[in-house]
């Protein structure tokens, strides 16, 4: 499975409520940056157990929209809405890495 279809079937997981199903997509040893916005401060989390956390952490109602994308091979880049109930949406590129049919590095940073 390539980068798209890793990446597609990671959000339409995602946005089904199955976080648990797209989390097993990360590789063992993913990295998740996080930038925070407004900031040069940026947060890193190793694993797929820490990565994956803050995917189930993010609770019910939470979605990640792509609006615009483009496959560099094994990277996809994406401008992705993300949605959280009582939380105004938030636009972020989101950088995908994938190897192997798993998502080795995903970096959010806003836009």
């Known amino acids: 499975m390539g980068a798209t279809e890793t990446v597609d079937l990671f959000l339409e997981l995602i946005n089904d409520d199955h ?5 097993e997509l990360f590789a063992e040893h993913a990295v998740l940056g996080i930038s925070v916005p407004g900031s040069d401060e940026r947060t890193n989390l190793r694993g797929r157990d820490k990565v994956g956390g803050w995917f189930i ?3 019910d109602g939470f979605r990640m929209y792509t609006n615009d994308s483009r496959n560099m091979g ?3 880049i994406a401008d992705v809405t993300v949605m959280r109930p009582g939380v105004p949406p938030m636009n972020v590129e989101a950088n995908f890495r994938v190897e192997g049919g798993e998502i080795v590095a995903l970096f959010l ?3």
């Not at 976080?19 to 989390?23: D, G, M, P």
């Open 19 to 23: 976080r648990e199903k797209a989390v």
């Open 57 to 59: 952490r993010a609770g």
């Open 74 to 76: 094994a990277s996809y």
């Open 109 to 111: 940073q806003p836009n």
